[in-house]
Structures are given as structure tokens and as C-alpha cells.
């Protein structure tokens, strides 16, 4: 069914316009893109809040803190075993440059996060 007025032209598919079913998919791929929800998550919450985005950007919201809360009970090794380094850092920097410093030592600085960081400090 196509609904039509002078300024827009809008697609209804169930009870949703198509612009905010584009918008359902714009919300979970930036969550999928961020690691806070698996591809295979997406189609149930496509479908279990396809009538309301503010309590999809609320789970959403929520599963990511969760997964910040995650990744800063692992330590520092462990991140990096499990290629999870870069997504702390992404999402809690502090938190990233605490392990850091309790790692090696020094504050992580861009550029200069390598073992002879000490070294090349010394003979400055």
C-alpha cells in the first residue's frame, strides 16, 4: 500500500512506515557494528521492538554497558588474547589505559606504546 501527500511518499509494511523500518535497521547495525549485539541477534530484535525504538535503543543502550562491564573484568592479557583490546579502548579509555598502565607499567600515549617506552622517555 502506498500512502502518498504533497511532501512525502511512504511505503506501509505492517503497522511500520518504511522509513522507520529503515531506521530499526540503522539502530542494529550500528549496534552490530560496535560489538554490542551478534549478527544472529538481530532479526529477534528486529521483530520484538519493530513498534518501538525508544525501548530498542534502551536495550541496546543496556547490552552495551553490559558488554563495557565485560571486557573491564578481563585483564589485560586476556583482551588481547582474545582480540578485545581495541574495543575496550573504543568504548571505555580509562578503563583501557588502566590495564594498560597495570600491564606495562607506563600510560598508554598513541604512537609510543611500545617496551622501550621507558627507554626512549630516559633519553629524552
Not at 568504548?91 to 617496551?115: C, M, P, T, W
Amino acid at each position: 500500500m502506498q500512502i502518498t501527500n504533497s511532501k512525502i511518499k511512504t511505503k506501509v509494511v505492517g503497522s511500520l512506515t518504511l522509513p522507520a523500518l529503515e531506521e530499526v535497521e540503522k539502530i542494529l547495525y550500528k549496534a552490530y557494528q560496535e560489538k554490542t549485539i551478534p549478527p544472529m541477534l538481530m532479526p529477534e530484535l528486529r521483530e520484538d521492538y519493530k513498534n518501538s525504538l525508544d525501548e530498542l535503543k534502551a536495550v541496546l543502550e543496556k547490552m552495551s554497558a553490559e558488554r563495557t562491564d565485560y571486557l573491564k573484568q578481563m585483564s589485560y592479557l586476556e583482551l588481547e588474547d582474545n582480540s578485545m583490546i581495541a574495543e575496550l579502548q573504543q568504548r571505555d579509555y580509562d578503563a583501557f589505559n588502566k590495564k594498560y598502565r597495570e600491564q606495562f607499567g607506563v600510560d598508554f600515549i598513541s604512537g609510543l606504546h611500545n617496551k622501550n617506552f621507558k627507554t626512549i622517555i630516559s633519553k629524552s
